[in-house]
């Protein structure tokens, strides 16, 4: 990555359950070029998620409870925030938001941070390349990017990507997140509406299918809620 700095941008990863695959996702994100802090927040999770992630090599805070993703990242973000304040760091550190089930994908995020490190972009979302089944997940989608666009005047390729890199001058423009899985589509919303540079940006990333069972039914359900619920409050 030309022109990047060891340990400019800190990884956030908001992780549920996740035992199986966090370890390989922190591991791989750590191998990033301008990364040297990953913090994982575990929301609750009833496994071994916390204990594979500080084995990994990452920063690790705990929800007692579970709170939702727009939550676990501002806690992350805010121990980010502390971090840097202990290490007297300026700037602060850009944040890159990263998924839990990536796994070994993650070490091909870079591309997300280039843009944000070279001052071209205040907030990039990952475009997938590699495509997964999405079992009925197309109407939370549409509903997000069409919320997006008439918010806005812009509709994203995937606007619940939850692979963002963005300043945390635009982290900050953005707060309060709104709730759980309406965080994503917030996100867009509310920085571009603030004349904000947003960027997609085509990545090789994968994580895992969704599903069609009944709890990924219930997932769905509580997604399209949150999503509905951010557009209400911007629309």
């Known amino acids: 990555m030309s022109g990047s700095v060891s340990g400019e941008v800190a990884v956030v990863i908001p992780a549920l359950n996740e035992a199986d695959r966090i370890s390989a996702t922190v591991t791989a994100a750590l191998g990033l070029p301008?990364?040297?802090?990953?913090?994982?927040?575990?929301d609750g999770s009833k496994d071994a998620t916390a204990t594979a992630a500080r084995r990994a090599g990452a920063v690790v805070t705990r929800h007692a409870r579970n709170r939702g993703k727009g939550a676990a990242l501002e806690t992350g973000a805010e121990a980010v925030r502390l971090l840097d304040q202990r290490e007297q760091?300026?700037?602060?550190?850009?944040?890159?938001f990263l998924d839990a089930d990536l796994g070994g994908t993650a070490a091909l995020a870079g591309p997300l941070i280039e843009p944000v490190v070279a001052g071209a972009a205040d907030m990039t979302i990952a475009?997938?390349?590699?495509?997964?089944?999405?079992?009925?997940?197309g109407l939370v989608v549409g509903l997000s990017g069409a919320g997006i666009r008439r918010a806005t005047g812009w509709r994203p390729a995937q606007p619940l990507n939850g692979q963002r890199c963005l300043t945390r001058a635009a982290f900050e423009a953005a707060r309060p997140l709104a709730r759980?899985?309406?965080?994503?589509?917030?996100?867009?919303i509310d920085l571009l509406r603030k004349g904000l540079r947003v960027t997609e940006v085509e990545v090789e990333l994968a994580h895992r299918a969704t599903g069609t069972g009944m709890r990924a039914q219930l997932h769905r359900a509580h997604q399209l809620t949150d999503v509905a619920r951010a557009l209400a409050a911007r629309l």
């Open 127 to 137: 475009v997938f390349t590699t495509t997964v089944k999405l079992g009925g997940h």
């Open 180 to 188: 759980g899985w309406g965080v994503e589509t917030a996100l867009s």
């Open 89 to 96: 760091r300026e700037p602060a550190r850009h944040l890159l």
């Open 34 to 42: 301008a990364v040297a802090l990953v913090v994982v927040v575990d």
